[in-house]
DNA sequence: ACGTACATGTCGCTG
DNA sequence: CAGCGACGTGTACGT
């Protein structure tokens, strides 16, 4: 681990290009640098951030992140892959970030550097999250009465050569129904998605029926639905997380896929600290 | 700035419990925190990581960051409002998150903590930027025919009660034209996107035509687009950014807004780095 | 507080 | 490589 406090161009020149050529060999170090910086952009669109203390990470697969004070976006930033140039202009530490597809620039021109720090940054293991669409899409292969009694889903993939939906099957009639869930509140956009594959197939098959799953269906979803002949159907399913985990890992076994390389991990409920302990913010 | 190079449990919560009160209290400290933890997530969904070497940072607006060494999205975060809490439970530092609505906990156990960093962070000024959807909006306000010849947009504000749309007017024939612009390549959801818009017109007036302008136009949104009686434009309008710039300016001024409180900066035209400078990191 | 649309979205997958 | 869809999207804006 490296750290410098208040460099000068100078030292922060020698810092910044050791460490740059260590990440791009080694790739391991992550380095950061704190202080007074202009930052200009220009790529997919472009933006002139004028002088400001701020944070600079550079990650070892090309990542580099600028962070204010404030929000959980960076500032200015470049996604992985880029490549890094550092050099001294005019007395200042000028930091460029090059990406060659779509073509974009990020240069940071320091002022004043308080802090250089170069860390090794081993990456634990993969992050698996419990509560995406696709474990409700399981749930409810798995008890597809939750779509509504008497409704058999196909077997076949999600994957169709046209538009491919989420869920597909008979209803008790026998009709096609189509199913479009989403992990939280539905809105318009989510509702129309649905009456785009509805449209096409009703085509071809006039009695195709569509069905939108989620938490909660938005107003004026319900109206386009509605208006299109489409059924929504609000389900509770958060509550039933934890056996919607039961059925994503059988239902992953059942699709062939290697149920024993799961992580089973399972992450215990938490609960909010008590009063007294807590630093608010806001 | 403070500084603590490998703390144990003790002091690190020393210093993670003084910090965050004058974080909450003073709202101008950046904290840092690299070391050896598992993260835990609860909220929307739910997540859990076994233990890594990683970047926390929390920003004085109640923001959370943990970065791996890889990717520019943070692993876990918590966006702005969250407060913090920190403790020592079985010997190891424990920072935990809460945020109220939606509710959401981030609890983050440290085995070990190679640094921690406190920095003020200053915000310099607020970031513009060049090249926004707004920005072509106002492009073809000010030279319509780079829509269509004869395209003549209305004045009124882009705000309609019931949907609203990017753009709207009369084409030569007198007929309601609505367009809906794209920064980017329009996909198959801006397509029908506009498609709601103008359906819902055409009940009541069913010569309202639509167009789509974008710099490029998927073939699947042209499909669609075509099948609904849809025209669309492609427009490499990016060359005319500086020229888009002038007019962003004019176009604001002229809606009644304070034209003199915009920043009058532009960014430079910036270039790639000679080869030899340069650090590849892919 | 909720819904809607934009974003330098990022990210992963499929063709 | 491009397109398409999900995301704990975040973020701003309007109702």
Redesign the interface.
């Given at each position: 681990?490296q750290?410098v406090?208040e460099p000068d161009a100078e030292a922060a020149l020698a810092f910044l290009q050791t460490e740059?050529?260590g990440?791009?060999l080694r790739?391991?170090h992550?380095v950061?640098a704190?202080g007074e910086c202009e930052v200009?952009?220009?790529g997919?669109?472009?933006?002139?951030?004028?002088?400001?203390?701020?944070?600079l990470?550079l990650?070892?697969?090309?990542?580099l992140?600028i962070?204010?004070?404030?929000?959980?976006k960076?500032?200015?930033?470049?996604?992985?892959?880029?490549?890094?140039?550092?050099?001294v202009e005019a007395g200042r530490v000028v930091l460029?970030s090059?990406r060659a597809k779509p073509?974009e620039?990020v240069?940071v021109t320091f002022h004043s550097v308080?802090?250089l720090?170069a860390?090794?940054?081993?990456?634990?293991?993969d992050?698996?999250?419990?509560?995406?669409e696709d474990d409700l899409q399981n749930l409810l292969r798995q008890r597809p009465h939750l779509v509504e009694p008497g409704f058999v889903p196909s077997l076949r993939e999600r994957t169709s050569a046209t538009g491919r939906y989420d869920l597909d099957g008979h209803d008790a009639k026998g009709r096609r129904l189509v199913v479009e869930c989403k992990?939280?509140t539905a809105g318009?956009?989510d509702a129309?998605?649905l009456w785009?594959y509805v449209e096409r197939l009703r085509r071809t098959e006039p009695t195709v029926r569509g069905v939108l799953v989620a938490p909660r269906v938005a107003e004026k979803a319900r109206l386009?639905l509605a208006e299109h002949d489409l059924g929504w159907r609000e389900l509770d399913w958060a509550t039933a997380?934890p056996q919607s985990q039961e059925v994503r890992r059988s239902g992953q076994a059942s699709l062939g896929r290697f149920a024993q390389e799961e992580?089973q991990?399972?992450?215990?409920?938490?609960?909010?600290?008590a009063e007294a302990?807590?630093?608010?913010?806001?």
């Open positions: 681990m750290l406090r740059l050529a990440l791009a790739r391991g992550l950061q704190v200009q952009y220009q997919r669109a472009r933006s002139m951030l004028t002088k400001g203390e701020r944070l990470v990650k070892p697969d090309g990542t992140l962070h204010t004070a404030k929000g959980a960076p500032v200015n930033w470049q996604p992985p892959g880029a490549s890094f140039a550092v050099a460029s090059h073509e620039i240069r308080r802090l720090v860390v090794p940054l081993t990456d634990g293991a992050l698996a999250v419990e509560g995406t992990r939280a318009v956009a129309q998605q785009r386009l997380l992580p991990v399972s992450a215990p409920v938490l609960q909010p600290r302990a807590v630093v608010r913010t806001a």
